[in-house]
């Protein structure tokens, strides 16, 4: 657990935390994106196979490739990977807006952390295996590369998805 800093908030700490949140949406979308094209090319492929066996006769492999196309079918319309990917992509593009406000010379540190506050109150649920590949990569584009964390097998997996 980490201990609450001793000195003020400063615009630059706003600012990452405003990039780490953009960044985790950014790889969600990827994520979500890739995943939608996947699934779209199994259903295209399996129920390809499908069409040729039952025109060609075989059985045994009609019933594989139904159960194929039936299975990321089903899993096509309950995950909409394609919606979710839309959704980041929204929440992205609201997270940008704001680092466009941190210039500003009217803007405080409480009101960009309010701000902050009410766009990621309505998000859509995360996956928490990007959590550190979006860490390190905000750390990347900020020059603070002796920050970055180790990753999991896991969180290694969802990052070269992503």
């Given at each position: 657990m980490t201990e609450d800093a001793d000195y003020p908030r400063s615009l630059y700490e706003v600012r990452m935390d405003i990039c780490f949140k953009a960044k985790v949406h950014a790889l969600h979308e990827r994520l979500y994106a890739?995943?939608?094209?996947?699934?779209?090319?199994?259903?295209?492929?399996?129920?390809?196979?499908?069409?040729?066996?039952v025109t060609a006769g075989y059985t045994g492999t009609t019933k594989v490739c139904a159960l194929i196309v039936t299975t990321f079918v089903l899993l096509s319309l309950v995950y909409d990977f394609g919606g979710r990917a839309r959704e980041m992509r929204d929440m992205m593009r609201n997270y940008m807006q704001l680092l466009s406000e941190v210039d500003r010379e009217d803007i405080t540190v409480a009101s960009l952390d309010r701000n902050l506050a009410l766009i990621g109150r309505d998000g859509p649920t995360?996956?928490?295996?990007?959590?550190?590949?979006?860490?390190?990569?905000?750390?990347?584009?900020?020059?603070?590369?002796?920050?970055?964390?180790?990753?999991?097998?896991?969180?290694?997996?969802?990052q070269g998805i992503a």
């Open positions: 890739r995943l939608d094209k996947g699934v779209k090319a199994i259903e295209l492929i399996a129920s390809s196979g499908a069409f040729y066996a995360l996956i928490n295996g990007l959590a550190k590949p979006a860490y390190n990569q905000n750390l990347a584009t900020h020059g603070r590369y002796s920050y970055a964390l180790p990753l999991s097998r896991w969180e290694r997996l969802l």
